[in-house]
């Protein structure tokens, strides 16, 4: 499904698109492992489930 749009983009593109999509991906697992040691506050107004 991606193949088409792939070979339409030109590899310094592919390669920008590629090191911004890493950039984002590493952050994200970063930021879910940072947040996976660090205990939730149950007053925190991100996690209030009600």
């Given at each position: 499904m991606l193949a088409p749009l792939l070979t339409a983009l030109d590899s310094d593109q592919l390669l920008l698109i590629?090191?911004?999509l890493g950039i984002n991906l590493g952050s994200v697992i970063w930021i879910c492992r940072h947040e996976?040691?660090?205990?939730?506050?149950?007053?925190?107004?991100?996690?209030?489930s009600t």
């Open positions: 590629l090191f911004f996976s040691r660090v205990k939730p506050d149950p007053h925190s107004k991100d996690r209030r």
